[in-house]
């Protein structure tokens, strides 16, 4: 696509409740990162992807939290049995990677979680 | 562990006024710095910057880095209430390539 696209762009769950973000980088970036932004705050590192492999998942603040990414695409971020302290708005980023190509990220518009 | 530190944390100017905006940082293996502007969703892309002392330079908006004494400054001249927004500060390592932020400078220009 155009863009990195992210889905569900708003989501609103019961504490305890399974939720799963997904993103859909730009096509050909192999460098995925997910980010947590909570109000009024910078930004969080959670994981960061190289192609499927995760070298980094140092952000992750807990077990209840896992992300994977599948033929180099599509990453999609799970929070199980999720708190209130994990509303927050998800922003997915990606760029290309490696040898000259480094930097810039480009970001999608992110995905705000509520738990209630 | 690796930081990267902005201030200030939030800023209130008048139109026509000049920011400067801080970023240092400490980090193991420095690969780049890199400014954003993130307005309501998604930030967008300032500059990148990776070596010491060269001006990157976009309209009435300019950065420049010291790698000796590890920071950034982001310059805002004749302010507009467009240029209000959260900035951020990224600094990106050599080796796995991973990207950490700073907390943002609030600019309000009213």
């Known amino acids: 696509g155009a863009g990195v696209s992210q889905s569900p762009s708003n989501k609103v769950t019961e504490k305890g409740k399974d939720v799963e973000l997904r993103c859909d980088p730009i096509s050909g970036h192999t460098a995925l990162y997910w980010y947590r932004q909570s109000l009024g705050q910078g930004l969080e590192f959670l994981i960061y992807?190289?192609?499927?492999?995760?070298?980094?998942k140092s952000g992750l603040p807990s077990d209840r939290f896992s992300a994977e990414r599948t033929g180099g695409s599509v990453s999609t971020l799970t929070i199980q049995r999720t708190q209130q302290e994990d509303s927050a708005v998800y922003l997915c980023?990606?760029?290309?990677?490696?040898?000259?190509?480094?930097?810039?990220?480009?970001f999608g518009e992110g995905s705000r979680l509520t738990v209630l | 562990e690796d930081k990267v530190v902005q201030s200030p944390l939030s800023l209130v100017v008048h139109e026509g006024d000049t920011v400067t905006l801080n970023c240092s940082y400490e980090?193991?293996?420095?690969?780049?710095l890199l400014w954003y502007k993130q307005e309501k969703k998604a930030p967008t892309f300032l500059f990148m910057l990776?070596?010491?002392?060269i001006e990157k330079k976009s309209g009435r908006l300019s950065s420049i880095l010291d790698k000796k004494e590890l920071f950034s400054i982001l310059n805002i001249t004749a302010t507009q209430t467009g240029d209000s927004a959260v900035y951020l500060c990224a600094v990106e390592n050599w080796g796995i390539n991973d990207m950490r932020f700073g907390a943002g400078t609030r600019l309000t220009v009213k």
């Open positions: 990776t070596s010491s002392g």
């Open positions: 980090v193991t293996n420095f690969r780049s």
């Open positions: 980023a990606s760029s290309l990677a490696g040898g000259s190509n480094t930097g810039e990220l480009f």
């Open positions: 992807f190289q192609g499927n492999s995760a070298p980094d």
